[in-house]
């Protein structure tokens, strides 16, 4: 029988005549539930202070003890987990997988360096264990196998801006029994970023260049998963921020910062951290490691100017910005957050450019749940699950009908009490590099933020102003290396003298422009049904090359 926490149900289960409970293998190949929720572990197991116990484990270690928390062992064994977790790791450069800077003592401000896997950022620390997981589940189905049935075969589908692709075909590339297809708009993705992608040549990793915009791909995207021959001959799946998996690797790492913090000083008894957060799911791991016992003072969102998630906290209302009138309707951003191309303004900081931060409504859930809870504490606990994922269901219907809704205030209150929020715009972005750079904003001189991290540093030091003590440490996520993001970086240093970009340049990068590409390019008149032959013909590729033992 499972524990609690290794079951699994929907944020928007509401209706007894619908299944409550998935797998953990479920949840990690549907991705999304059917009734359009997201999977959350019916119970946050708490450790309470048996984490101290973790405190000198190896990155992997202390992710095989998270994770074996959320999955049952008669899904996956120990031996298996433990390899699982010990080969995604294995591709990361740095010996402390996600190292811990310090950029000024006196202020108590950390950042951790989470850019150290395949594609130099934080996205890899997810994906490197989905792919793996991919590979575990597919390969498994496939042991079994009576003489003549065929092989269990799951087709990832994706677009991609660029921040996602990049991260999602390291993550696969090489897997048995899966393929993967990232669409990307020709021409509009950063050079360095169709590089990483299409420079990647293993047989089952496939790049189409298609003619249009990052919101035609996104459509196709979503056409070929609303297509059921497609869905029945392929088995799609999808790898974006929403999937659990993904989520629960990123707990590891706000446990092992806190080790290192730990270390410096043995007196610790808090952390607060900042995240520079797009569509949620990156902070929303914090908020699991804080409900699991790791002593978290406050999390912090940092938004760009897209900055519903700061909106929300100052208002409780959850709500698209009015498109302005005459606008056209957009489609699906990056990761499967919604945006209309009107209300998502494009910022330096690209990979938190969304409308609405789809994990959020995992928080949501979970807030409700334990607001109900208090507010009826004589009902049944299943019919109190009920009754918070009615009231999500409500929620998010309203936000699709009307472009926002507004929770109760307990809720809101309850948010306000865990995290804060800042908005950092685009100049004060590009003058964070700056002045961090310069030595003039933190003690430490020369070190190089790209713009996601900025705008995590940014809000770091508004918050150790705003809370003028400095014994609880201020730890900021840095989410990609800056050689990513060379645009802003050159932007915001044009003048620094001592500045010369190929001193940030990883040995990785050099010479990838010259490297042989794999990409295969769709004009828009081939379009959607171009899509689908290519894919059939590819997969239909790899299983030939399969079968003659290639
Ligand atoms: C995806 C991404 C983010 C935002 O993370 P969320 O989990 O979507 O909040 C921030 N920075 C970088 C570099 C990213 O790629």
Redesign the pocket.
Known sequence: MAANNSKYSSTRYHDPSQREFFSFEEVVLKGLASDGGLFHPHEVPNVGSKYLEWRDLSFPDLAYQIIRLYVDDHEISNDELKTLVDRSYSTFRHPDTVPLVTLDESKNLHLLELFHGPTF???DVALQFLGNLFEFFLVRKNQNLKPGEPRHHLTVIGATSG??GSAAIYGLRGKKDVSIFIMFPDGKVSPVQEAQMTTVLDPNVHCLSVQGTFDDCQDYVKALFADPDMNKIHHLAAVN?INWARILAQITYYFYAYFQLLKKNPELTKAKFV?????????LAGYYALRMGLPVAKLIVATNENDILHRFWQTGSYSKKPKPAGEPHGGIKE?GAQAHEAGVKETY?P??DILV?S?FERLLWHLSLEHELEVNPDVKFEETVRVAGGKINGWFQELKNTGSFTVDGQISDKARAIFSTYRVSNPETLEAIRECYRGKAISTKGYVL?P?SAIGVAASLREISAAGQTDVPTVSLA??HPAKFAGAVELALQEEKSFDFSSVLPEQFVGLGEKERKVVQVSSKEGLPGIRQIITREVQQEKEVRQNGV
């Open positions: 950022a934080f996205k921040d996602t921020s995240v520079p957060t797009g569509n949620f799911g990156d902070i990761d900081s990979a938190m931060s994990n790209d996601h989410t990609a």
